[in-house]
């Protein structure tokens, strides 16, 4: 397959973007450098292309029924305008994709779903949408460009552009159609970093525009400046948020990856997977999710393998060095009983134990102003 | 072209430079290798005494992003490393054909170096990198 550049690609190229290939999409990794892009989003603000994440909207007076049948989170307290995160899983309670909810009525919903799974999640979604319900879907991924502006000096950057208080705008909720340097868009409150910030969404026609007022506005006054994947990937782990194909996969249940409070084995419609969800409950997932720090020198990465003395006990399933803490961190899935914070482990480097030590998730919780 | 290439020294294919003393080479990354690389935030260094063939890795090189590594680029044995990439691994940035010299090699009797490129043969090089 051909990789796809984003409606942004251009302006990537003009800022001197090292671009890579990521699940099909030619993206910036990074621009001035990870190190700094980091610490401008926890300082300033940064700005991310997201234009190859999907969309699929949900519409028709079946709309609500089937989603609480596809997804493991219960909708149905989410109100018009709020947005909900969920997993959604096989029958066997693997995870076929972690995604974002936003409820524009009763009966309208958009989906995001991550880049990488936006074919397969369509296909899912068609296939169990074909059993009578009174549901439409469309892949609106191609037509639909998003920029995520994320940091604490966002709500200042976007303030000039519109006439709508944005700032008063509530965590994960949106609003449907604000006029953004007079460019039509859907703005959520919401973000992959741990800090205050925003999605907006546009047509990939207007995207370039969007992406060039954003940065004006932000740049000279407010610190503002462009952020690629490799911050994004450090961002999220800092913040404990789990990436599928990580911390999530068709082998990796939402429970292994610690997200119970996502999951509703009370809610009167049953989704799929709930079965297999519950047992694993009963018996306990066979590994768990926690965070690590190292201890000295060294990066752990994927893959890495973590050892109780001599015995393996689990295995690196994101790591990175942090700008943030300065030093290395990561996330890991390891047997229960390790899976305790405070608990000195040691992950393997290059044929070398390193120790680590097991902590909670999030690492990084920002100071809410 | 943005990126700084020194007389005097030697450049590998895998963009390290080497400067030969007598039967001793020093080497490092170069600027290029550095400013791909970014940010690097730790070094691993060889033990003293170590034999290495050429294009052995020596050293491994973490960026925030990725592990690379550098190779020795002749026969031989380690004689020195630069222990400041400890601590300082910032150094490797900042100054690629000083302070951020990784390690020095004896060369190994009769080991003859194969075709390492010059200054210039190395710009064209980085030229053809800038284009593509």
Redesign the interface.
Known sequence: MEARQTPLYEQHMRLNG?IVNYSGWLLP??FA???SEVNRARQKAVLFDVSHMGEVTVEGAGAEAYLQKIVTNDLSLLKDGAVIYSPLCYPDGGTVDDILIYRYNWDRFLLVVNAANTEKDYAWLMRHARNGESVALHNISVETAQIALQGPASPAILSPLTAVPLGELKYHHFLPEVELAGIKCMVSRTGYTGEDGYEIYCAAAQAGILWDAVMSAGRERLGLGPAGL?AR??LRLEAGLPLYGHELSAALSPLMAGLDRFVSFKKQIPFIGREALLEQKRVGPGKKLVGLTVTG???I?EGYPVLAGDAEIGWVSSG??S?TFEK?LGMAFLTPEKAVAGEELLVMI?GRAHPVKVEKIPLYRRVKS | MKWEVREGLLYTPKHEWIKQDGSEVTSGITDYAQDMLKDIVYVELPELGRVVKAGESVAVIESVKAVSDAYSPVDGVIKAVNELLLDQPELLNQDPYGAGWIVKVEIAAGYVNPDLMDMKAYITLLEREEES
């Open positions: 090292s990794v990074q450098g990870i190190v490799g990937d450090v020198r060294g990066v990465r990175t060095y700008p290395s290059r």
